[in-house]
């Protein structure tokens, strides 16, 4: 009889195969299992050829659940919702108290704290884990949250600080989240900041394209000379890549003929929910999802642009000069400072939930993990890390004194580029909201008293005063009326 693994893994499209080989390459014997058993014959054939790693496939979960030592761990990968319940119901026939079930996709995370206390009645530890970093991550080394169960993670750590992405100075990306849906609900956010980073990298873009003729030669330059300094990151370094790639079934560049419509799964739309729930505002955020529904209607789009060519709308891009080395410093600074926004909305939704669920959470441990593996690791999370290091209440990353100073530097080339788009008919519906976000934020009275004014004047929501403490109803109407006899 073969010798009992350390863990199982169930699930095995890319992200599965995978964490199981990065697992098994890290020196823990793994048994994995899919529903399906092509796949599983596959992965052992991977594991064959990636240096004959300690992976043994099972085709029925019996077996595949015997194999493993106990406490037995099983992380399991499929597609969130039903086909994890479905999973779960499947593998834990054959689990005993004390084994512990790890879901390691993008679940919505009141699911994980249902299925949490599901099994904790049949004597199961549970984990909702976020998985970032993409397939290559999976393989070399991801960014790991784990939340729910500190036993299940006690049982687990060991694996997970070896299979993390490590980054010299700050150590594995992986720690102990926090309670219940923690895990799932910090990696959501993620999502959404990574949803945020991409709209502001399009959005340059845009602007260098179209307002300063840049070619995709000029862009890849760009990016990869941005790559070196404060914006060093995994999605600024893939962005100066696509520029660089020739098109393999025609003439010119990949990205020139790539449709533009963009597709999500609904980690950004969750995200800007919450935000809403939650009454944090993420404007950042909420623009990048727009900007994803709004590209989806391409058809609407292409008839659109008809007919306000045809109704006379100027081409303002036409007889335009442009500083190009001005207008690529420039980019460069809003960039950055709409991304500080975007992170800053991240870390308040993080904490709002946090308070609101009693998790706890340490936000600066959360940008470390952040900081390899992850779709949006980046040098500026470091940056992010000493913010909180410095001040953990701080109320806003915009407030702390390193960022405001640099914002305050920044402030006018952020306002050029968002003034040059807006004038040249380029939508940057990132930069422009983080601008506003910062605006309001900045400003120690806002037109807010309007508004309350007229909330008072309709529906008697009351007021408070600037002078006076307590709560006010004025009959304003009857006022009004009286004034105008």
């Known amino acids: 009889m073969a010798p009992l693994t350390r863990i199982g893994l169930a699930g095995l499209a890319v992200m599965g195969q995978n964490l199981a080989l990065n697992i098994a390459e890290k020196g823990f014997p793994i048994s994995v299992y899919n529903r399906t058993t092509l796949k599983v014959d596959e992965t052992v054939e991977r594991a064959k050829q990636e240096g004959d790693l300690p992976l043994y496939g099972f085709h029925d979960p019996e077996s595949f659940v015997k194999s493993i030592q106990k406490p037995r761990v099983i992380i399991i990968l499929v597609k969130a919702g039903a086909p994890v319940d479905q999973t779960i119901k499947t593998l834990s026939v054959y689990m005993e108290k004390g084994d512990c079930i790890i879901d390691g996709g993008n679940e919505w995370y009141e699911n994980t704290e249902r299925r949490e206390k599901a099994l904790a009645e049949l004597g199961l530890l549970y984990l909702g884990m976020g998985v970032s970093g993409g397939e290559d991550g999976a393989r070399h080394g991801p960014s790991l949250m784990p939340g729910g169960s500190f036993e299940a993670y006690k049982h687990i750590e060991d694996i997970l600080l070896k299979v993390a992405a490590q ?39 845009d602007v260098l394209k179209s307002v300063g003729k840049l ?6 330059q ?26 393999d079934k025609g003439e010119g560049y990949l990205v020139d003929k790539v449709l533009d419509k963009t597709g999500m799964k609904g980690t950004g739309k969750w ?10 505002a993420a404007p950042t955020i909420a623009s990048s999802l727009d900007g994803r529904f709004l590209s989806g209607l391409k058809e609407e789009r292409v008839e659109a642009a008809k007919v306000f060519k045809s109704s006379g709308i100027i081409d303002m891009l036409a007889d335009q000069v442009v500083d190009k080395e001005k207008l690529i410093y420039d980019v460069r600074q ?11 909305q991240g870390m308040n939704l993080i904490r709002a939930k946090s308070a609101e669920k009693g998790w706890d959470l340490k936000l600066g441990q959360l940008t470390r993990i952040w900081k390899g593996g992850c779709i949006i690791r980046a040098v ?8 909180y290091d410095r001040n953990p209440n701080l109320p806003n990353l915009l407030v702390d004194p390193e960022f405001a100073k640099e914002i305050i530097e920044r402030q006018s080339a952020w306002r050029r580029v968002v003034s040059i788009a807006i004038n040249s008919g380029i ?50 109407f009857k006022i009004a009326k009286q004034s105008k006899i």
């Open 167 to 205: 980054v010299p100075d700050s150590g594995p990306c992986v720690t102990y989240i926090g309670k219940g849906g923690s895990g799932n609900f910090v990696k959501m956010v993620h999502n959404g900041i990574e949803y945020g980073d991409m709209q502001l990298i399009a959005e340059a873009y």
């Open 215 to 220: 070619t995709n030669e000029e862009l890849c």
């Open 222 to 247: 760009v990016f990869s000379e941005w790559n070196k300094g404060e914006l060093l990151s995994f999605l600024i370094e893939i962005t100066a890549d696509i520029f660089g790639i020739k098109d």
């Open 271 to 280: 995200t800007v929910q919450q935000a809403a729930e939650l009454s944090v």
């Open 334 to 344: 809003a960039l950055y400072v709409s991304k500080i926004c975007s992170y800053a």
């Open 380 to 387: 500026f999370l470091d940056r992010i890390k000493k913010a």
């Open 427 to 476: 939508s940057t519906p990132g930069m422009s909201s983080s601008l506003a976000y910062f605006d309001t934020y900045r400003r120690s009275r806002l037109p807010a008293n309007l508004v309350q004014a007229q909330r008072d004047y309709f529906g008697a929501h009351t007021y408070e005063r600037i002078d006076i403490d307590g709560s006010f109803h004025t009959e304003w």
